[in-house]
Every structure is written in structure tokens, then in C-alpha cells.
């Protein structure tokens, strides 16, 4: 990734599993602009305990389960 790229304060605040689900969808973001065309997409749930279950698929799908308490506040 890019070092060079701003650090948003929502990626300094939450928790390991959201920073993991933040950086991977800037990821995917800036590999699909330097490619120059891309599809994406994102979904989110609320599961057990109160867990987001948040989902890129962009060619391959990564899914992340990030707990309430690693949402940044």
C-alpha cells in the first residue's frame, strides 16, 4: 500500500479487526484505480453478539467479523 496516503482518524480510533477491514477495502480501492476500471462491492450485518459482519468482494471476497467494542468512536 502506500505510505504516502492520509491516516484518517477513523482508522487510528477502532479496534485491530477494523483497522484489518479499513485497510484492506483502501486496498482495493486504489488497486482498482491504478488498474484503471474495477467493481466493487461491500456489505454489512449485525450478527451474533452485536458483531459486524462486513464483506468485500472485489474479484475475491474477504469477509471481516469486527466486535462493537472495535468500532471506532
Known amino acids: 500500500m502506500d505510505n504516502d496516503a492520509p491516516d484518517f482518524e ?13 485497510d484492506r477495502l483502501r ?19 449485525i450478527g451474533k453478539e452485536k458483531r ?4 468485500i468482494e472485489a474479484g475475491k471476497s474477504h469477509k471481516f467479523t469486527i466486535p462493537e467494542h472495535d468500532l471506532p468512536r
Open 27 to 45: 486496498q482495493v480501492i486504489l488497486e482498482g484505480l491504478k488498474h484503471g476500471h474495477f467493481r466493487c462491492s461491500i456489505t454489512s450485518a
Open 52 to 55: 459486524r459482519e462486513f464483506v
Open 10 to 22: 477513523a482508522a487510528r480510533s477502532g479496534g485491530p479487526q477494523f483497522r484489518e477491514a479499513y
